[in-house]
């Protein structure tokens, strides 16, 4: 989580959010395949400027798959689960498009540029720390839930009711405790300074920024309009 | 009071078991893939195994907001990662503020407003399966292509109907009430012995 | 520039430090040591300068504690963090944010200095503290001495007057110490004021100015630091205190022992497509006990899980007895005490423990060993009511009674005081006369007590060595 992806285009955090707010308003305009087919084209043609190759590459792979079912599966499908595997699959092929769209966020931007974006945007403080924790701990809990597991395996644990009350309790206590130390140690470096916080990297709308809000809005009223 | 407020130990607190209620509702989301019947029931089976989460969370910070910023960083996060639309921005905005009010009612520190919360919280992720409702125009067309027949139809109509979209929303608020009961035991029988509550 | 005037604090829950009429002055450049026993109250003096008390921790509060004319009490934690760097024991929950750079970003622009300024003084940072090598990396990346590096330069950006350190080195290694030593120097000899409160003593007998000894909460003495090096070994024993030197460490040789119940054949390990070792061949006997040691990261979690029979070995076998053993098999053989105690403890009783050992253990063998190690009058208490030793000592016990040959223990004295090392030490040796012990760890003061061979794990490579008594 900590080494980020960069290419040729970098972004300002924001476009990326409001690209993303876009997207997903995008996907509820029902619009044809061909006009899928082309968002999904131009998205990963993003990616890739971006630097995000192996994102760019499932995201394709997985649309041209999903299409393929579409088209190629569907219609041989036996009747009792056809229903449900297609809309599972036009679900799956509508929503691609945002998670695409997400991917080259968490891939391209670390938490902290992130947390300055909308703190620019006035989200209160009270929103904005919790939020960087939550992303933050993630990785930890990882690393938790695979030592306590390790130790339960050592250990005679009997019965799921048993074994998940030891996976949920040892988690949670342990939990609890960072909760405490962290918050001493961010409160010792002074994170609730009333100061307004500057940020060390700069961030600024450039070029690229503006070509691509505008392209998307253009993007949306057509789609409206198609509607 | 100054004890009202939300201090940055009760933001640390709410940050750490979003992640946790985040974490177990993304483990359950794994098979729900399969059939949009499985989709339809995530939200309660989620607000069931987060549930032991957000008690103590709501128990270690008996303040107005928990409720609610647990649910808008889960809808934010859920939306940012791609895993669901901005939809569930605003299921979970709803669920939060329900939750909030119910606290609000029955107290802060009494178990039947943190279980009321805790419904209310799991109708947030009805946010991820939400969307089929509105892509229906998408599903008729893909029907119609397709040459499928009237019995299709049905069988989306009844997938995908008002009487699916309350039985969904029933089953998540049950979902996370009996979560937070499952919880509270976890409390009594660790939590409160270890002074942590 | 620091004054303690008659300082009395207790915590809101009963049994926990306490602090009782503290009267201390700290002159402006000197290097403090705050140390004792554990439980003794030099973490709650710590606090008390930083001013986690009174504002972050409720209890009694009464007394002053002044720092640059400023009464902490009077003045809220984020002004006094321009003046007080605080660095803490467990370098995991020490962060805010994935990414070093930001990280030693983090403190100044909550002071909302200017980003030309921060970006000038991150490269001052970089270069003083010869850091280059840590920045752009991710946090998790690190190992635990570089988090303790990078927590302290976080601290330099901002610079205040006075750091504040609570057991800094209670998880790291020996490269993290001797790093750890290097900056603290060079920020003694900046002027600073630094305040710090440790078990672990040998690597800061050269800078130490006064020593504050505490007891039960009260200074029982305060030695210059002439007075203090010059302290009789006996004297220090007396006083609870880990050694002042690294003297007691053994002779190495080379093992030349080949064949043992326990034999090791041509292991391979590699974690997460990263190769630990390969070809590893050596053999144990009973009443071994080997420390397992190599830098943080260097991979012993890895071969002590393999050991153990949590993950699967590349190539090779373990052999026990002439069997051989497959990984999964190896739990019946192994147990192993992990390094966060946290993550083992999971029933709501001390006495429950024991009932999650894989087999049925005797009543009044859980009752000797709890007796033995001072436990038994906790015997129904939540396992997470006890102190950090007091938990150790309960893993401890756990292991003990689940009487496997193999016995892995990882890391068991971070943060223990010299009395529980000792008590540990004593159990360990016991265990081994029958079993085989594998100790991880950093602890060489630990390693000269207690250990009879020692395995390095670096370059890909397992090297293992005889330990002899000089």
């Given amino acids: 989580m900590g080494t980020m992806k960069k290419g040729i285009l970098v972004l300002d955090p924001r476009t990326k959010i409001l690209l993303l707010l876009g997207i997903n308003i995008y996907v509820f305009t029902n619009s044809y395949v061909w006009a899928e087919i082309i968002v999904m084209a131009a998205l990963i043609i993003l990616l890739l400027l971006c630097g995000v190759y192996k994102a760019a590459l499932k995201s394709a792979v997985t649309y041209i798959a999903l299409l393929a079912i579409k088209y190629f599966l569907l219609p041989f499908c036996p009747e009792i689960i056809l229903t449900s595997l297609n809309i599972v699959v036009i679900t799956f092929r509508k929503l691609l498009p945002c998670v695409t769209l997400a991917t080259l966020l968490v891939q391209t931007t ?71 130390e962290l918050s001493q140690a961010i409160t010792a470096r002074g994170i609730d300074n009333p100061r307004p916080k500057t940020c060390a990297v700069s961030m600024r709308f450039h070029i690229q920024d503006y070509v691509l809000c505008f392209v998307a809005i253009v993007l949306l009223i057509i789609a409206f309009v198609l509607l | 009071m100054e004890n009202n407020k939300l201090k940055v130990k009760d933001l640390v607190n709410i940050g750490i078991f979003s992640a946790l209620y985040m974490a177990i509702a993304m483990v359950v989301m794994l098979p729900v893939g399969i059939t949009p019947v499985l989709w339809l029931l995530w939200p309660g089976i989620a607000g069931l195994f987060g549930g032991a989460f957000f008690t103590l969370l709501l128990a270690k910070v ?136 | 520039m620091i004054t303690f005037e008659n300082l009395s604090f207790s915590y809101g829950n009963t049994g926990e430090e306490q602090l009782n009429s503290l009267d ?51 003045t809220p934690v984020y002004e006094i963090s321009e003046d007080v760097g605080s660095v803490f024991q467990n370098p995991k929950t020490q962060f805010f944010n994935l990414d070093s750079d930001s990280e030693l970003v983090f403190g100044m622009e909550n002071l909302g200095i200017e980003p030309n300024k921060i970006n000038a003084r991150v490269q001052e940072v970089a270069h003083d503290l010869m850091i280059e090598n840590l920045l752009g990396r991710s946090v998790f990346g690190l190992s635990g001495g570089e988090k303790q590096i990078l927590a302290l330069a976080s601290i330099y950006a901002v610079n205040p007057d006075i750091y504040v350190l609570d057991e800094p080195t209670a998880n790291i290694d020996k490269d993290g110490i001797d790093r750890l030593h290097e900056i603290l120097l060079k920020l003694k000899q900046m002027g600073k004021t630094i305040v710090i409160s440790e078990h672990r003593l040998y690597f800061l007998m050269d800078l130490v100015d006064k020593a504050v000894y505490i007891e039960h909460g009260a200074i029982q003495k305060v030695y210059t630091g002439d007075e203090f090096r010059a302290l ?187 009395g529980n090392m000792i008590k540990v030490c004593e159990l360990i040796k016991e265990l081994s006369s029958n079993r085989i012990v594998f100790v991880a760890t950093h602890d060489r003061e630990l390693m000269g007590l207690l250990c009879t061979r020692r395995m390095e794990i670096s370059n890909e490579s397992i090297s293992v060595y005889d330990l002899t008594t000089k």
């Fill in chain 1, 110 to 180: 670390p938490i902290r540029l992130l947390m300055h974006a909308l703190q620019r945007w006035h989200l209160p403080q009270t929103v904005i720390i919790p939020l960087a924790i939550t992303v933050r701990y993630f990785p930890t809990l990882r690393e938790e839930q695979q030592a306590i597991s390790d130790a339960m395996k050592l250990r005679n644990v009997h019965g799921v009711f048993q074994k998940l009350e030891y996976i949920y309790v040892p988690l949670m206590l342990s939990a609890s405790t960072t909760a405490d």
């Fill in chain 3, 232 to 418: 009789a070994d006996s004297e220090r024993i007396r006083l609870g205190l880990r050694c002042f030197k690294l003297d007691n460490e053994k002779d190495e040789v080379p093992t030349k022992c080949n064949s043992g119940i326990l034999e090791i054949d041509n292991l391979s390990v590699s974690y997460k497509n990263r190769t630990i070792f390969s070809n590893a061949s050596f053999a144990a006997a009973r009443g071994d006990i080997i420390a397992v040691t190599g830098r943080n990261g260097s991979g012993k979690s890895a071969f002590l899980r393999v050991l153990c029979g949590l993950m699967k070995e590349k190539a090779g076998r373990i052999v026990f007895d002439g069997k051989p053993y497959p990984y999964k098999k190896r739990r019946e053989l192994c147990y192993m005490t992990m390094q966060d105690v946290v993550h083992q403890l999971f029933s709501d009783s001390v006495w429950e423990e024991f009932s999650l050992l894989n087999k049925t253990v005797d009543e009044q063998e859980i009752t000797k060993i709890l007796r033995r190690l001072d436990l038994l009058d906790y015997k129904d208490k939540h396992p997470m009511t006890l102190s950090g030793g007091q938990k150790q000592r309960l893993a401890l016990a756990v292991a003990t009674l689940a009487n496997k040959d193999i016995m892995i223990f990882d890391e068991p004295t971070s943060g223990l005081d010299y």
């Fill in chain 3, 24 to 74: 201390l002055q700290i002159k402006k450049g000197e290097f403090v040591l705050l140390c004792g026993r554990s439980a003794c109250g030099k973490t709650t003096a710590t606090k008390c300068i930083n001013g986690l008390i009174p504002h972050f921790t409720e209890g009694k509060y009464s007394g002053s504690v002044v720092v640059k004319g400023k009464e902490i009490a009077k």
């Fill in chain 2, 62 to 197: 008996p303040k107005m907001g928990s409720a609610l910023l647990l649910a808008i960083i889960s809808g934010i996060l859920f939306f940012a990662t791609g895993e669901c639309t901005w939809v569930i921005i605003v299921t979970f905005a709803v669920a939060g503020i329900l939750g909030e009010i119910a606290r609000k009612i029955f107290g802060y520190k009494s178990f039947k407003g943190i279980a009321l919360a805790g419904g209310f919280s799991a109708i947030g992720f009805i946010g991820s399966p939400l969307p089929m409702w509105l892509f229906q125009e998408s599903y008729m067309k893909s029907i119609e292509e397709m040459g499928m027949g009237v019995e299709y139809v049905e069988g989306l109509q009844s997938m995908i109907s008002v009487g699916s979209f309350i039985g969904m929303l029933a089953v998540a608020f049950v979902g996370g009430f009996i979560g937070t009961l499952i919880g509270r035991k976890m409390l009594k029988k660790h939590f409160e012995k270890a002074g942590i509550v």
